[in-house]
């Protein structure tokens, strides 16, 4: 590793040992920003949209940096920190039963209406068709980083870990909310 990486690697770590919410915080609003960069360019929009990147970084910022921050703090209290098989399956399954239809939802609306700015009926609309969908695909996908994360990440490491995973996620969340509010003549035709 280079030097300018390990510095900036051990400056982080130090950050994140000190000001564990803080960095977070920051790093899932950087991640999310970008993941939202990769999102726009996979999806033909010709000019970067700034207002809606800056719009996915606030959401990493204010919920989900926080928000994993504090749920993984809470699993570990709730199960006394135990890594046994028994005690990772139900950590898992209680977040996929509880946190992660909440997740999903919450960005399907705040993505509908704060980012995309649409009326919350044609959103509420949106969201019954696309949601269940949404969700199942979750339940395929983020169990397996659950338990990745629960397992064998530390946890001053699973925010950063889940973030880094919903990196890939937020781009296909981002291209399903946007397949979502796109008029269908604007969708490309599948041969």
């Given at each position: 590793?280079?030097?300018?990486?390990?510095?900036?690697?051990?400056?982080?770590?130090?950050?994140?040992?000190?000001?564990?919410?803080?960095?977070?915080?920051?790093?899932?609003?950087?991640l999310s920003g970008i993941s939202d960069t990769v999102s726009q360019k996979l999806s033909g929009i010709p000019k970067l949209q700034l207002r809606r990147i800056l719009l996915k970084m606030l959401f990493g910022f204010a919920y989900l940096g926080p928000f994993g921050h504090y749920m993984y703090m809470l699993l570990d209290k709730i199960f006394k920190g135990k890594r046994d098989s028994k005690t990772v399956a139900?950590?898992?399954?209680?977040?996929?039963?509880?946190?992660?239809?909440?997740?999903?939802?919450?960005?399907?609306?705040?993505?509908?209406?704060?980012?995309e700015g649409r009326p919350w009926m044609h959103v509420k609309t949106r969201i019954k068709q696309e949601y269940p969908?949404?969700?199942?695909?979750?339940?395929?996908?983020?169990?397996?980083?659950?338990?990745?994360?629960?397992?064998?990440?530390?946890?001053?490491?699973?925010?950063?870990?889940?973030?880094?995973?919903?990196?890939c996620w937020g781009i296909f969340l981002n291209l399903r909310a946007r397949a979502m509010t796109l008029p269908k003549t604007a969708l490309p035709k599948s041969n």
């Open positions: 590793m280079g030097s300018v990486a390990k510095k900036g690697l051990q400056k982080y770590l130090l950050q994140l040992q000190h000001h564990p919410l803080r960095t977070k915080a920051i790093t899932a609003a950087v139900k950590k898992v399954v209680l977040e996929q039963l509880t946190t992660s239809p909440c997740n999903n939802l919450l960005f399907m609306i705040y993505y509908g209406v704060v980012v969908k949404v969700q199942m695909t979750a339940w395929t996908f983020w169990p397996v980083v659950g338990w990745i994360n629960h397992q064998y990440m530390p946890l001053q490491f699973r925010v950063i870990f889940s973030s880094l995973v919903a990196f």
